[in-house]
């Protein structure tokens, strides 16, 4: 991943418009209140016996952690926020709201940080529906507070 470069579609989205209606940008989902980027995008593992997957979630790690020192100097210590809770609410049938919501079904934490300039939440996290499937690197950028 090309840190620089994610830091420019991070700072694009910190200043970009929300759409009106839910849908995709060329970065990834969005909808009111919220853009996200798909930061970077690994393989699946299909034909993996688990030496691959291994190797690639500490990869995913390593650039979390990489990218999140850069914006920590931004904005400061990051809030570490688990999602679990907010996806047990959805499953029970409550409305935490978007992007919380079906972020929660595939990214099980992230950082949050708080831009001092916009007062947009800007969550990095790692996203993997399933085993078999490819990690992401995602970010997001929202003026929805999380749950």
Known sequence: MDIAKALAVIDRLCSGEFP???GRTDAG???PGFLTAELETSDDFWEDDGT?????AEQFACELDGLGERLTERWGT???FSLHGVFERTVRGEAPGEPWASLSGHVPDVRLWRSHETGRWIA???SQWDRELPFQLLAVVTDRDPP
């Open 20 to 22: 009106a209606e839910p």
């Open 29 to 31: 989902p969005a909808g």
């Open 52 to 56: 691959r997957w291994e190797e690639t």
């Open 78 to 80: 990051p809030q570490e």
């Open 124 to 126: 990095l996290g790692v």
